[in-house]
T-cell receptor
Framework: GGIITQTPKFLIGQEGQKLTLKCQQN?????MYWYRQDSGKGLRLIYY???????QKGDLSEGYDASREKKSSFSLTVTSAQKNEMAVFLC????????????FGPGTRLTVL | GDSVIQMQGQVTLSENDFLFINCTYS??????LFWYVQYSGEGPQLLLQ?????NKGSSRGFEATYDKGTTSFHLQKTSVQEIDSAVYYC????????????FGDGTVLTVKP
């Protein structure tokens, strides 16, 4: 088994501030993902990384940057926080290739003041 | 583009009631279909998946059949319990190596004792 750790659990920032969310996994998975979860909506993909040196934009990448520092870690940066992007941000990982199951972390809840 | 539709935003049942959550999908080709469950304060976790059309997936008393004809993957359970209260997401994955999932908006299930 393994676990995905997301830090911090709660993140509060000011409008316009640059904020970074971190994710670590010990599954030894190749592929990692960042999703945004808005209340009453499904999960939307922000960025993903198929292997350690890869970075791909998802459907919601505008306003975000991501960095795959090493195989086990994947960070997401909100470049300029806005009130309309208060949401829960979920990190996930999987082995490479279809149709692998994605394992999710518990999420980081972002509040913008 | 790809889409997953869950029309029921909220479902409220009593214990031992029959559960039916509607899910339809739109894509080209033959995707892999999933149901994920998210308990309060946790990330989503895989409930069941089906990779082949006309096959049925089952787990913990839940069932879903991949119906290629109607492009549906409805979730059913004969007798729900209070511990089944959670958010249920239908999701679809194409057969490329990206592993990208497209999620429905989710259905909040509340089971009253």
């Amino acid at each position: 088994g393994g676990i995905i750790t997301q830090t911090p659990k709660f993140l509060i920032g000011q409008e316009g501030q640059k904020l970074t969310l971190k994710c670590q996994q010990n599954f030894n998975h190749d592929t990692m993902y960042w999703y945004r979860q808005d209340s009453g909506k499904g999960l939307r993909l922000i960025y993903y990384s198929i292997t350690e040196n890869d970075l791909q934009k998802g459907d919601l990448s505008e306003g975000y940057d991501a960095s795959r520092e090493k195989k086990s870690s994947f960070s997401l940066t909100v470049t300029s926080a806005q009130k309309n992007e208060m949401a829960v941000f979920l990190c996930a990982s999987s082995i490479a290739g279809a149709p692998a199951e994605q394992f999710f972390g518990p999420g980081t809840r972002l509040t913008v003041l | 583009g790809d889409s997953v539709i869950q029309m029921q935003g909220q479902v409220t049942l009593s214990e031992n009631d029959f559960l039916f959550i509607n899910c339809t999908y739109s894509t080209t080709g033959y995707p892999t279909l999933f149901w994920y469950v998210q308990y309060s304060g946790e990330g989503p976790q895989l409930l069941l998946q089906v990779t082949t059309a006309n096959n049925k997936g089952s787990s913990r008393g839940f069932e879903a059949t991949y119906d290629k004809g109607t492009t549906s993957f409805h979730l059913q359970k004969t007798s729900v319990q209070e511990i089944d209260s959670a958010v249920y997401y239908c999701a679809m994955r194409d057969n490329t190596n990206t592993g990208k999932l497209t999620f429905g908006d989710g259905t909040v299930l509340t089971v009253k004792p």
